[in-house]
C-alpha cells in the first residue's frame, strides 16, 4: 500500500492515524524482517500485523570469489520461487530482481522461459526483494534493475505500482533514474510507459538486427516487428527524453557478423540510444555459444565508428550460475530429485 492507502486502512480499523506512519518506516525504510521489531507499535497492533504479514524466505545463497556478487533464492508464500541478485559497483549498490515466477516469453537463449510461467509477483514481492537482500547485506541499494526472471511488461499493474512504491519519498526514495526496466518488446505496454512519465531507463532486448533473425531467437518477434518496436522506441524517448538502451546478447554464427553489425548500425543510425552488448551465457538445454572475444570486440568497434553509443555488459558471478534464471531453474530441478545443496 501506499501510505496514503495505509493510513485510511488503518484509519478503518479505528487506530490513529499517525500508526500509518510508523508501520510504513517500519516496512520502507528500516525494511525489518519481523513484526516484533517494530517497537513503538502496542502489542495488539503488532499482533494483527502478524496475521497478514509475509516476508520473502531465504532458501539459498551464493556468493562469488570472483567479484562480491551475491545470487539469492527466494521462496515465495504460496511456494513459488524466484532469483535475484546483488552486484556491488564502484558507484554503488545494484540489485537485479526478478518480475514474475518464471516466464512464458520464450526467448531461447534464456533459462527462464525453460519451465514457463508460474505467476506474476505482486508489487509488494518485487519490493521484498530489494528490501531482504538490503537487510542481509547490510548495504545500501542506490540502483535496481527488473531484468531478472520474467517478462516486467507482462505484469504491467504490479511494475508500475513498484516503482511509484520504491521511489517515493516515504519509502526507500531511490530515483527513478536509477531504476532500470528491461522488456523483450511488448509495443501496446511500451506505449503505456512512455504515457505514465517515470524517468526510469527502458531497456528493449533487441538481440538480433532485422526480424528473420530475431524471430529464431525471440518468440515474440512473431507478433511484433522490430519496425513496430522501433516506432514504440521513439515514441517513448519523445515522450519522457530518455535515451533508450538496446540489450544485444551475442551468439556465436546466429547474431554477431559483420553484416549483424552493419544492419544494426543502419537500424539505430540517428537514434538517441546506447547499445549494451551481452555475451551470452551458455545454457544447456540449447545449442548457443557465446561470441568469442576477437568478434565481440570488432563489433563493437564497428558500432562505436559509427557514432553509436556501445558497453560490453561487465559479466558478473560466473561461478554462481549467472545466466539468467539458472540458479531458480537447478533449485527446482535438485528439489524434485530430493534436495538442494
Not at 546478447?249 to 547499445?275: T, Y
Amino acid at each position: 500500500m501506499t501510505l496514503q492507502e495505509l493510513t485510511n486502512y488503518i484509519s478503518e480499523k479505528g487506530y490513529p492515524r499517525f500508526r500509518a506512519k510508523q508501520i510504513y518506516d517500519w516496512c520502507h525504510v528500516k525494511m525489518v524482517r519481523d513484526v516484533e521489531e517494530m517497537k513503538n507499535l502496542p502489542k495488539e497492533m503488532r499482533e494483527w500485523i502478524r496475521e497478514d504479514w509475509v516476508a520473502l524466505e531465504v532458501v539459498s545463497r551464493f556468493e562469488s570469489k570472483v567479484d562480491g556478487t551475491n545470487k539469492f533464492v527466494f521462496r515465495l508464500e504460496d511456494g513459488n520461487v524466484i532469483e535475484s541478485v546483488f552486484m556491488p559497483y564502484k558507484h554503488g549498490n545494484s540489485v537485479c530482481i526478478s518480475s514474475q515466477a518464471g516466464c512464458r516469453m520464450g526467448c531461447r537463449f534464456c533459462a527462464s522461459t525453460l519451465m514457463g510461467l508460474s505467476r506474476s509477483l505482486t508489487a509488494s514481492e518485487m519490493l521484498d526483494q530489494i528490501y531482504a537482500i538490503s537487510y542481509i547485506m547490510g548495504e545500501r541499494i542506490s540502483n535496481v534493475v527488473v531484468m531478472g526472471t520474467g517478462e516486467p511488461l507482462d505484469n504491467y499493474d504490479n511494475l508500475c505500482r513498484f516503482i511509484r512504491l520504491l521511489t517515493n519519498e516515504d519509502g526507500m526514495h531511490i530515483s527513478q533514474r536509477n531504476v532500470t526496466v528491461s522488456s523483450c518488446g511488448l509495443v501496446p505496454e511500451i506505449y503505456r510507459l512512455a504515457d505514465e512519465q517515470f524517468t526510469i531507463t527502458f531497456a528493449l532486448s533487441l538481440h538480433a538486427p532485422n526480424d528473420e533473425k530475431r524471430k529464431v531467437l525471440m518468440p515474440i518477434a512473431n507478433r511484433y516487428s522490430i519496425a513496430e518496436v522501433m516506432e514504440a522506441c521513439k515514441y517513448y524517448f519523445q515522450k519522457t527524453g530518455r535515451r533508450i538502451t538496446f540489450e544485444y546478447s551475442l551468439v556465436a554464427g546466429q547474431n554477431d557478423s559483420v553484416e549483424d553489425a552493419n544492419q544494426l548500425i543502419r537500424l539505430l543510425s540517428g537514434f538517441p540510444c546506447h547499445v549494451n552488448l551481452i555475451p551470452v551465457n551458455p545454457i544447456k538445454e540449447r545449442e548457443f555459444k557465446r561470441s568469442d572475444d576477437n568478434s565481440l570486440q570488432k563489433f563493437k568497434l564497428l558500432l562505436e565508428k559509427n557514432a553509436i553509443n556501445v558497453t560490453i555488459r561487465r559479466g558478473m558471478g560466473k561461478d554462481i550460475d549467472a545466466a539468467c534464471g539458472q540458479l531458480r531453474k537447478n533449485y527446482m530441478e535438485e528439489m524434485k530429485e530430493g534436495g538442494f545443496r
